[in-house]
């Protein structure tokens, strides 16, 4: 293997191809809504997402040694929070995106993850910011980007009530 390339690198390339696949069960599911007659929220903040998450995996791949150690225990952890996530994805299913997309004869989810807590998706995402860099050591690749992923989810979040309050309004109507 190349002295550059260690388990910092590689789990950043499989959280990119996570992602990618992610990305393409988003699309599809995307392509779906709209033609039902979604809308979109918070379009112009979707950069300022796509961008923080990438720099996360940038940062890992390219500011964490190759001979960084191996957290097992830590590694184990964020392993698990991976069928958290599939877990948040499945009880979505085809309404589950990227973006934010609201249909307004779509049910408000309140089985699985969304049964504990609100936003599960991002309590996830949090948790990972923080933990992968940690299985490596680097706790200033978590802090840091741990920061700005709560700054970016507290904004993302704030999109998302709005464009669900109407739905959530008359969910909660006798």
Known sequence: MPEFLGWPQIAALLVLAQRGLEELHSARNTRRLKAEGAREA?????????????GWIAAIFLLIPATATVQ????????????????????LGRFWTHRIYTLDAAPIER???????????????????ALLPLVF???WVALIFTAIWVAVIRYKIVL????????????AAP
């Open 42 to 54: 918070g379009a112009d903040y979707y950069p300022v997402v796509a961008a923080t998450h990438l």
């Open 72 to 91: 097992p225990v830590l590694a184990a952890v964020y392993l698990l929070l991976q069928g958290v996530r599939c877990w948040v994805i499945g009880t």
């Open 137 to 139: 050591g680097a706790v």
């Open 111 to 129: 089985r699985g993850p969304y049964a504990h807590i609100r936003h599960p998706n991002y309590w996830v995402t949090n948790c990972e910011t």
């Open 160 to 171: 998302e009530d709005a464009a669900l309050a109407e739905r959530r309004a008359a969910a």
